[in-house]
């Protein structure tokens, strides 16, 4: 992986350890669970044992987030991507809820999720998408009615990866349908649903194109009963909650792009110096040569665009233009 010159030190090294871990364990590791299908449990344990879960996570609950940042995220997320659909369930723990509990989450909660998250030993996942909400998850229909100390949930959620194999999902749902609440966006209220909550049941498991082994599915939740203690934020600020963390997620998603897009760029190369036609190698032929152009210049154009975003919000600014770019760019 190239470096960028902003790098600190922490940053240069674990771009190079990210690499040859890569190279010399997750890849065998990622094209087994793909020809067979199943999820990359392998994969996870090396990932976790390595401390990359926490890149994010500030050292007092076990994360690296003073050396690594966003940046280290990014890093993380670009190499494991060359392994295919491994860096999946990484990314989605990384968006699924590391910034909505430490920016949200009271300091229970923190000591509660944060140190098991930066250990690898549970997974995250973010229940949002609806069958009729789909972008507009300000029209999300799941219900969640207070009951004394728990939440009484009803309703669906689709297409959430890493269903079933995620511990914790940090879930958006309405808990008001008063029209003012509605105008103000404080119709939304955020909770972790842990995994094995009653009336919380996967209903359906899709398979994912070009995610092989990688479970994204449908959610049903009947009557399901969350504790008021696994509420994020107050009662409808689930809206602010979700917004607050949205320029670092796009980050992470762009990121996991360029690491697809190297590999790419290293096949055809390869392809191109062994292939031999006309007395040629397809390599020399200059059509093929302004192609390969156009992949470099477009896989730098991404990872400055990233790493760029990924600086300015280490640097604690808001990138919601720098981030929204970068996404649409890599993605």
């Given at each position: 992986?190239?470096?960028?010159p902003?790098w600190?030190?922490?940053?240069?090294?674990l771009?190079?350890?990210?690499?040859k871990?890569?190279?010399e364990?997750?890849?065998p590791?990622?094209?087994r669970?793909?020809?067979q299908?199943?999820?990359?449990?392998?994969?996870?344990?090396?990932i976790?044992?390595?401390?990359?879960?926490?890149?994010?996570?500030?050292?007092?609950y076990?994360?690296?987030a003073?050396e690594w940042?966003?940046?280290g995220?990014?890093?993380?997320?670009?190499?494991t991507?060359?392994?295919?659909?491994?860096s999946h369930?990484l990314?989605?723990?990384?968006?699924?809820?590391?910034?909505q509990i430490?920016?949200d989450?009271?300091?229970?909660?923190?000591?509660?999720w944060?140190?098991?998250?930066?250990?690898?030993?549970?997974?995250?996942?973010?229940n949002m998408t609806?069958?009729?909400?789909?972008?507009?998850?300000?029209?999300?229909e799941t219900?969640?009615?207070r009951?004394?100390d728990?939440?009484?949930l009803?309703g669906?959620k689709?297409?959430?990866?890493?269903?079933a194999?995620?511990?914790i999902y940090?879930?958006?749902?309405k808990?008001?349908?008063?029209?003012?609440?509605?105008?103000?966006?404080?119709h939304?209220?955020a909770?972790?649903i842990e995994?094995?909550?009653?009336g919380?049941?996967?209903?359906?498991?899709n398979e994912?194109?070009a995610y092989?082994?990688i479970y994204?599915?449908y959610?049903?939740?009947?009557n399901?009963?969350?504790?008021?203690?696994?509420?994020?934020?107050?009662?409808g600020?689930?809206?602010?909650?979700m917004?607050?963390?949205?320029?670092?997620?796009?980050?992470?998603t762009s990121?996991?792009?360029?690491g697809?897009?190297?590999?790419?760029?290293?096949?055809?190369?390869?392809?191109l110096?062994?292939?031999?036609?006309f007395?040629?190698?397809t390599?020399?032929?200059?059509t093929?040569?302004?192609?390969?152009?156009?992949?470099v210049?477009r896989?730098?154009?991404?990872?400055?665009?990233?790493?760029y975003?990924?600086?300015?919000?280490?640097?604690?600014?808001?990138v919601?233009?720098?981030?929204?770019v970068?996404?649409?760019f890599?993605?």
């Amino acid at each position: 992986m190239e470096h960028f010159p902003w790098w600190n030190e922490a940053q240069r090294k674990l771009a190079d350890e990210v690499k040859k871990v890569v190279d010399e364990v997750l890849l065998p590791i990622a094209e087994r669970a793909a020809w067979q299908k199943r999820f990359p449990w392998e994969a996870m344990k090396e990932i976790g044992k390595r401390g990359w879960f926490g890149a994010q996570i500030p050292a007092k609950y076990g994360g690296h987030a003073e050396e690594w940042g966003v940046t280290g995220a990014a890093i993380i997320l670009e190499e494991t991507a060359r392994a295919g659909a491994i860096s999946h369930p990484l990314a989605v723990t990384m968006i699924g809820g590391i910034h909505q509990i430490l920016h949200d989450g009271t300091e229970e909660q923190r000591k509660r999720w944060l140190p098991k998250i930066a250990r690898g030993e549970l997974l995250g996942a973010v229940n949002m998408t609806e069958p009729y909400a789909g972008s507009d998850v300000a029209s999300i229909e799941t219900m969640a009615v207070r009951e004394g100390d728990h939440y009484i949930l009803n309703g669906k959620k689709r297409f959430q990866t890493s269903v079933a194999s995620a511990d914790i999902y940090v879930t958006y749902v309405k808990t008001s349908d008063s029209p003012e609440d509605r105008a103000k966006y404080r119709h939304l209220t955020a909770m972790i649903i842990e995994k094995g909550t009653p009336g919380y049941t996967v209903e359906k498991v899709n398979e994912l194109m070009a995610y092989d082994g990688i479970y994204n599915g449908y959610i049903s939740l009947d009557n399901a009963r969350v504790p008021v203690a696994n509420r994020l934020g107050e009662e409808g600020a689930g809206w602010s909650v979700m917004m607050s963390g949205l320029n670092v997620e796009r980050i992470c998603t762009s990121a996991a792009p360029l690491g697809g897009m190297r590999e790419a760029l290293r096949y055809t190369v390869q392809h191109l110096q062994r292939r031999v036609q006309f007395k040629q190698t397809t390599g020399d032929i200059v059509t093929n040569q302004f192609k390969v152009a156009d992949m470099v210049w477009r896989l730098n154009m991404a990872r400055l665009m990233t790493y760029y975003a990924a600086y300015c919000a280490d640097l604690g600014r808001e990138v919601p233009v720098e981030a929204a770019v970068a996404k649409m760019f890599n993605t």
